[in-house]
């Protein structure tokens, strides 16, 4: 009742959620990050240098040492995005639910320890304007590499604004946060 769910068949993408009730395309097409979709980055020794270089003011041996990964291997940055294997839809009485499983790349699994398989459930409920996405990570194995995991969704927006629910308050990241502070 109050969005259109769109993934293109043969890669399990999403193309399109458009909002009913705002009249409104969610999804950024131009984007190369999938919406609703899962990234891993393996990150090399010059993003290793180069946070040491913006980091670190004082330059104690057991500073650069630790920061620094001293034995990290020479590696260049990496970015890996899985690989489609099937889309179901499953419907019950009160809920459509587009169900998209993808692998992991075989090289970022075997040599840098990324997910093997990504299951991503995206539900829609006919009484609840709010969409369910939930992201299951099958078979992730413990690496030495410095590694990130990304869920991505690309908004189509012209003047995106973000509110952080905190307790107790709701946080403007733009405004609340004094730039180059821990957060």
């Known amino acids: 009742a109050f969005y259109r769910l769109c993934a293109d068949k043969k890669t399990g993408r999403v193309i399109s959620l458009y909002d009913k009730t705002l009249k409104k395309e969610w999804v950024d097409p ?9 990234r891993y980055d393996r990150y090399g020794i010059e993003d290793v240098t180069e946070y040491q ?7 104690y041996d057991w500073l650069i040492n630790d920061l620094g990964r001293i034995n990290y291997p020479q590696c260049s940055h990496e970015t890996y995005r899985p690989e489609f294997r099937e889309m179901t839809v499953e419907e019950t009485a009160d809920e459509l639910a587009l169900v998209i499983r993808h692998k992991g790349p075989d090289k970022s699994v075997q040599q840098y320890g990324d997910t093997v398989e990504i299951v991503t459930r995206i539900a829609l ?18 690496t030495s590499y410095i590694e990130a995991i990304h869920f991505t969704f690309p908004f189509h927006m012209a003047r995106p604004r973000v509110r952080i629910n905190k307790v107790g308050s709701l946080v403007d990241p733009a405004a609340d946060i004094i730039r180059d502070a821990n957060h």
Do not use: P, T
């Not at 270089?53 to 330059?59: M, V």
């Open 53 to 59: 270089r913006r980091y670190i003011y004082r330059y």
């Open 30 to 38: 131009a984007c190369a990050d999938a919406f609703a979709g899962y």
């Open 125 to 142: 409920r006919a009484d609840d304007e709010q969409i369910g996405v939930r992201f299951d990570l099958h078979g992730k194995q413990e």
